[in-house]
Each structure stands twice: as C-alpha cells, then as structure tokens.
C-alpha cells in the first residue's frame, strides 16, 4: 500500500498524558498537512510542512502541540498535558506540492482522552 | 459546538436514482476545489477535482459543476449505490484547503 500510513489508529489517553502521532506520507510527495476533526465537522487545517520546513500553523495549534518533519518524510504530532478536548481524529495528508494537486489523506489516529 | 456538528445535512436517495450534493463556498478567490469521500472510521478519499477555469468535469459515475458566480459547487452521482453512502465534503483552495461542513448520503436498497 502506497497511500499514506497514519499509527496508532486509535489512542486513549488520561487527560494530562502526552501523546505521539506518526504520519507516513506517499513517498514522493514533499507536502505534508495535519488536519483535526470532530464528529459531523469536515477536517480543520492545523499545520502543513513543505519537505522539512514548517510553513504555516493554525491559531487552533495551541503551544502544547508541535510537529515535525525532521528528514522530510514522515512527520509526528505531539500533544502535550492533553485535554478532554483534543478528542478528536487527526489526519495526515500529504500532495506532491505542484499548484492545486490535490491532498491525500490517511484514515486518521483516532483520540480519546478521558 | 459539538451538538451543532453532529447535525449533517442528509440526502437519503433510492439505489439506481442519481444523487445531487450542494456545497457553498466562500472565498471568490479560491481557484481549484476537490470533493471527498468519508467513509466512517476513514480518512476523506479524493473523488474528482475541478480548476476555476471549468464549469464542468466528469469522472466515473460523478460529474462536479461549478459556478462561480454564486459561488456554489455540486457533486453529481449517477446510479447512485449502496456503496456510496457516506459522508461528501467539498473544499476549496486558495493558499489553503478549506473543507465545508459536509453532506451524509444515505443510499436507500
């Protein structure tokens, strides 16, 4: 399977635990995108990289989540002290970067924080 | 909130019949627009896009219009099928992805 590859596929937590999300994105795609949805929302833009670089950040990012893209492959998100709030899906999406190419995405890291 | 998202919008059609989701979008600057399959417990899978210079594509079975005058795009199924229910996003991009709220299909057998 070449799509991109999101682990673990579900994580519950207890609120004040950090947590770690990986993203595998479709090998040659240099364009790297985190997405946060809620139930019966389409997906809210959190962050997106180009290769290794981070461009833009969402104000939804707050300090206690970072992400990164060390090599310029995959990418983790990192949710610090979580929140009963940051429940929610986070997807990866990755596109080859060229003008409107369109994002694929994976099936998400389901999170629970209890 | 959370009660407010949980309020799809839903189109129940009968299996054979075509189906037409609506999608309003709000930036006159967005160039390029792509709709999405969500399946539950899935990530959106990519079904047809459309470039602003176009007012009509058709892919298999889907047809997307767009019509930027009032700014309003539609997703067109054919034969619709039990397969195809799920929930439909449209987004829109300039600089960035913008997804809608969405529309669950639910194909009647």
């Known amino acids: 399977d070449t799509g991109v590859s999101q682990n673990p596929r579900h994580k519950i937590t207890k609120r004040g635990q950090n947590v770690t999300f990986r993203c595998d994105p479709i090998?040659?795609?240099?364009?790297l995108y985190w997405y946060r949805q809620t139930l019966g929302q389409g997906p809210e833009f959190l962050t997106y990289f180009q290769n290794e670089a981070q461009l833009e950040k969402s104000r939804l990012l707050s300090d206690r989540f970072s992400a990164e893209r060390p090599k310029g492959s995959f990418s983790t998100l990192e949710i610090q002290r979580t929140e009963q709030g940051d429940s929610a899906m986070y997807l990866c999406?990755?596109?080859?970067?060229?003008?409107?190419?369109?994002?694929?995405f994976g099936n998400g890291t389901r999170l629970t924080v209890t | 909130g959370e009660s407010v998202g949980l309020h799809l919008p839903t189109l129940s059609v009968q299996e054979g019949d075509n189906s037409i989701i609506n999608c309003a979008y709000s930036?006159?600057?967005?160039?390029?627009f792509i709709w999405y399959k969500q399946e539950s417990g899935k990530g959106p899978q990519f079904i047809i896009d459309?470039?602003?210079?176009?007012d009509k594509r058709q892919g298999q079975r889907v047809t997307v219009l767009l019509n930027k005058t009032v700014k309003h795009l539609s997703l067109q199924i054919a034969a619709t099928q039990p397969g195809d229910s799920a929930v439909y996003f449209c987004?829109?991009?300039?600089?960035?992805?913008?997804f809608g709220t969405g529309t669950k299909l639910q194909v009647i057998p």
């Open positions: 987004a829109e991009i300039y600089q960035k992805v913008t």
């Open positions: 090998s040659e795609h240099n364009r």
């Open positions: 459309i470039r602003s210079n176009m």
């Open positions: 930036n006159s600057a967005s160039d390029y």
């Open positions: 999406a990755s596109s080859s970067g060229t003008d409107n190419s369109p994002l694929h």
